[in-house]
């Protein structure tokens, strides 16, 4: 019966061993990996803003080495300034920005960026002042589609008319609003700028309007085909 117990004590022991040799391994594993670096690379950052024309050569005191996980890096980031040997800035560069090849080009070359906007071959960017409620109360966003009304007031007859449809917003940003004093009230919600994808032709009437004339937009419902209307004047309105 004693050389049960021993040996049944025994055995204890060693999976007890085992055990806290297993544990001891598993954390020095942990601290190993959590001191160990991740696979990185070098980019470049601006430091100051670049100016459009600026030489790659001439920008070594305008930008900064940074070193980022490897899956964090744009695949155009440069890695080496030799990259843009011969080549110029196409666009201004602003403080922050990764400097990638798509920023430079042969020199007097034009810029093949449009900061992000998707302007349609033939088509112009083009941004309007949408006052509320003109702008739909602030519903519109980007990649909406509006239909885009005209009204006059100052040649009689006054009237309303549909001036274009299924119009394409590439970019909605609120107006600056006015600071308040200390304990007054925040502004309200102000009026917005729609970037609009315009043909030139139809870029034309939008600016005419805008300019000239009072300009109202309407959200168009998902799907529907681009609408036409011959308009209304205070004749026609109960008709």
Do not use: C
Request: charged share 10%.
């Amino acid at each position: 019966m004693h050389s049960r117990s021993t040996t049944i004590i025994g055995a204890g022991v060693a999976v007890a061993v085992l055990g806290a040799a297993m544990v001891f391994a598993y954390t020095r594993n942990l601290q190993g990996t959590a001191g160990a670096s991740p696979s990185g690379v070098t980019t470049y950052v601006a430091s100051a803003a670049i100016a459009s024309g600026t030489p790659g050569s001439a920008i070594a005191a305008s930008i900064r080495q940074a070193s980022i996980p490897t899956s964090a890096r744009q695949a155009n980031a440069i890695t080496s300034l030799t990259q843009l040997n011969g080549l110029a800035a196409t666009r201004n560069i602003e403080a922050g920005e990764v400097i990638a090849t798509t920023q430079f080009g042969a020199a007097g070359s034009p810029s093949t960026e449009t900061s992000g906007l998707a302007i349609p071959a033939g088509h112009n960017a083009v941004t309007v002042n949408a006052p509320i409620p003109q702008n739909v109360a602030g519903y519109v966003s980007p990649g909406d589609l509006v239909n885009v009304y005209l009204t006059t007031k100052d040649a009689p007859p006054n009237s309303a008319r549909l001036l274009l449809s299924n119009v394409t917003v590439l970019s909605t940003v609120i107006a600056n609003t006015p600071a308040t004093k200390p304990g007054a009230a925040a502004p309200g919600a102000g009026a917005t700028y729609f970037t609009l994808s315009l043909t030139p032709a139809d870029a034309e009437k939008v600016i005419f309007a805008e300019t000239y004339e009072q300009v109202w937009f309407g959200l168009v419902h998902p799907g529907d085909p681009p609408a036409t209307s011959g308009g209304q004047v205070v004749t026609t309105l109960f008709k």
